[in-house]
């Protein structure tokens, strides 16, 4: 069974930028898409962008296109996230998800994935 846990929330002004990290242990992440999706309170959990086992794919939310930007370095078993152009909007619980199916790509439906980090809040002033 994989765990992972993501790093790199915080607090930020509008404007701004973070990098979110998920490091992946107890089981190698080749071969499978990996996601990250976010949650503000009072809403449901969202996608946000994906990415294929081999990077080569990638795929985002139409509200972070163009701002957000999803890689993997697989020999180092992590996923990041890189954030510019924060807004307010942004605001939310980050999770890194892994694809419940090996060599797919890709689902935005939280139901395709069989492993989740336990989230890193990311919270962006005006």
């Known amino acids: 069974q994989v765990q992972l846990v993501e790093s790199g929330g915080g607090l930020v002004q509008a404007g701004g930028s973070l990098r979110l990290s998920c490091a992946a242990s107890g089981r190698t992440l080749s071969g499978y898409t990996m996601s990250w999706f976010r949650q503000a309170p009072g809403k449901e959990r969202e996608f946000v962008a994906a990415?294929?086992?081999?990077?080569?794919?990638?795929r985002y939310a139409s509200s972070v296109e163009g701002r957000f930007t999803v890689s993997r370095d697989n020999a180092k078993n992590t996923v990041f996230l890189q954030m510019i152009s924060l807004k307010p909007e942004d605001t939310a619980v980050y999770y890194c998800?892994?694809?419940?199916?090996?060599?797919?790509?890709?689902?935005?439906?939280?139901?395709?994935?069989?492993?989740w980090g336990q989230g890193t809040q990311v919270t962006i002033s005006s």
């Open positions: 998800a892994k694809s419940r199916r090996i060599y797919y790509f890709v689902s935005p439906d939280v139901r395709e994935f069989d492993a």
């Open positions: 990415i294929s086992w081999s990077g080569v794919n990638t």
